[in-house]
């Protein structure tokens, strides 16, 4: 059964930095694409940012320069370093995956979902 589950979500205030992880079980993990989404309170679930294992990556013009994503396949763990945090980061943070490669940044091409890591930041 695929699980992911996600941790490392915090209070924090602007300008400090979180490092969320996503441990994933259940699926060949180097042979997917993975992602992280936020959903802040009364808005749509946003892509964040997407890697996959061909060296491909991307990240939302709204976090570009300040999140970077990465992978260990040793830990089958994908990570979110998130520095120069804002309020507008607020939200529930979620990882995916789907089988593959890519970089969409669109919920629906991604079938497995963790439960979520809180991250708020206030002024």
């Known amino acids: 059964q695929t699980q992911l589950v996600e941790s490392g979500g915090d209070s924090v205030q602007v300008g400090g930095s979180l490092k969320l992880s996503c441990a994933g079980f259940g699926f060949t993990f180097h042979l997917y694409a993975m992602a992280w989404f936020r959903q802040g309170p009364g808005e749509e679930r946003e892509g964040v940012a997407t890697i996959d294992n061909y060296g491909n990556f991307r990240t939302s013009n709204s976090v570009k320069g300040r999140f970077t994503i990465s992978l260990d396949n040793d830990k089958r763990t994908l990570y979110l370093q998130m520095n120069d945090l804002k309020p507008e980061d607020t939200g529930m943070y979620y990882c995916?995956?789907?089988?593959?490669?890519?970089?969409?940044?669109?919920?629906?091409?991604?079938?497995?979902w963790g439960q979520g890591t809180q991250v708020t930041v206030s002024s």
């Open positions: 995916a995956a789907d089988y593959g490669r890519g970089t969409s940044l669109l919920a629906e091409e991604y079938k497995h």
